[in-house]
């Protein structure tokens, strides 16, 4: 069965930088798009950027020209750089595949709560 195994966050002070890294065990990793997706307190999930199984990026525009998402299909692995942070950018954030249909193939692990406050 797949796991789904978040890791990095913390607190930082606004214009901090964090990265992010999720290990999936157990599954054909490569095949599939990937996504991290954040939600803070009171709020829906919200899909923050998503990473093709052929490496095009997609972010959402409140975290573009900030956060950068990759992938390691050798290390089952998929990161989020985040630079620049804000108080906004506060959530737990997790990773999931990414679909159109948005269907997740995957149980959604513990997530990594990020911080971003003085």
């Known amino acids: 069965q797949v796991q789904l195994v978040e890791s990095g966050g913390g607190l930082v002070q606004p214009g901090g930088s964090l990265r992010l890294s999720c290990a999936v065990s157990g599954s054909i990793f490569s095949i599939y798009a990937m996504g991290w997706y954040r939600q803070a307190p009171g709020k829906q999930r919200e899909l923050a950027a998503y990473?093709?199984?052929?490496?095009?990026?997609n972010y959402a525009d409140s975290v573009k020209g900030r956060f950068t998402i990759s992938r390691d299909n050798a290390k089952n692995t998929v990161s989020l750089q985040m630079n620049s942070l804000k108080p906004e950018d506060t959530a737990v954030y997790y990773c999931?595949?990414?679909?159109?249909?948005?269907?997740?193939?995957?149980?959604w692990g513990q997530g990594t709560q990020v911080t971003v406050s003085s």
């Open positions: 999931n595949s990414r679909r159109p249909d948005n269907i997740y193939d995957f149980r």
């Open positions: 990473i093709t199984s052929s490496g095009r990026t």
